[in-house]
């Protein structure tokens, strides 16, 4: 208990994610093993965009023996695109995809000593649900069908988010360490110049500040209030496994806690 002269000090937690397993046969993409030196959850690739089971088992592993927290990274059925291209199909049917790709990673992910602990949908369908009601009702019901009602790793202010937390899921806010941000909290489409950070010591300062102070500031100035928890550390950016480590000790030396949010 505290005395009277005694106060309880909150220390800042965050968790920091990673797109992880997206290499496919003999073509690598990435290198998770050193990502999971930095990271406390992987967004595991299940096949859809990315991935194939030697892959899925291999990462699996490699995130339990690391005490890596491992979620379902589900996509589009579109490995030809890397799930980067909106697929326009039905609910029931997107459902379906999502449901298969949660089933399979999860045996795999038990079969290699843990279990899928949260979902993060990819790409074009990430992007999509942020406004397209159908599709962010379908990953929804496909989450529900699933069971454990496992936490939706979310971007703020998505259609969704309100689907998740009106279905009793919890929605789980992310933010991108190495992406730029539109005044409105959107992203900075990829197809824009400056849109992806590449400075070390910048996007560490920012990451500090976002999980000390609830801020990011925006690429006219503008500051964004976005309470996250957790960041997302592009695994395929150049210098990702540099910039991961650079965000991790600045997180580490300002204080905050690093752990899975799930």
């Given amino acids: 208990m505290l005395t009277s002269k005694q106060t309880e000090i909150t220390v800042p937690t965050i968790d920091l994610n990673s797109d992880v397993g997206e290499s496919f046969?003999?073509?690598s993409k990435g290198d998770d093993t050193a990502m999971f030196r930095s990271v406390s959850s992987a967004n595991v690739a299940c096949g859809f965009h990315a991935g194939d089971p030697s892959t899925m088992g291999r990462t699996c592993r490699d995130a339990v023996a690391a005490g890596v927290g491992i979620g379902a990274h589900v996509s589009y059925q579109d490995?030809?695109?890397?799930g980067r291209r909106f697929v326009d199909c039905s609910p029931l049917q997107l459902a379906d995809d999502i449901l298969y790709q949660l089933?399979?990673?999860d045996a795999v992910a038990r079969a290699a000593g843990g279990s899928i602990s949260y979902v993060k949908?990819?790409?074009a369908l990430y992007?999509?649900?942020l406004h397209h009601r159908e599709h962010a009702q379908a990953v929804v019901d496909a989450v529900k069908a699933f069971g454990n009602d496992l936490p939706l790793l979310l971007l703020p202010g998505s259609v969704a988010l309100e689907r998740a937390e009106a279905a009793g899921l919890r929605a789980v806010v992310e933010a991108f360490a190495d992406r730029a941000y539109n005044p409105d909290g959107s992203l900075v489409s990829r197809r824009e110049e400056g849109s992806v950070l590449h400075d070390a010591a910048t996007i560490s300062a920012n990451m500090v500040r976002l999980a000390t102070q609830g801020t990011l500031t925006a690429r006219d100035g503008s500051t964004l209030s976005i309470p996250v928890e957790s960041i997302c550390l592009h695994g395929d950016t150049t210098g990702a496994v540099e910039l991961a480590v650079a965000v991790r000790r600045g997180l580490e030396e300002a204080g905050v806690d690093i752990r899975p949010f799930a």
């Fill in 127 to 129: 992007n999509a649900i």
């Fill in 121 to 123: 949908p990819h790409g």
């Fill in 103 to 105: 089933g399979a990673l």
């Fill in 25 to 27: 046969g003999e073509w």
């Fill in 79 to 82: 490995l030809a695109g890397f």
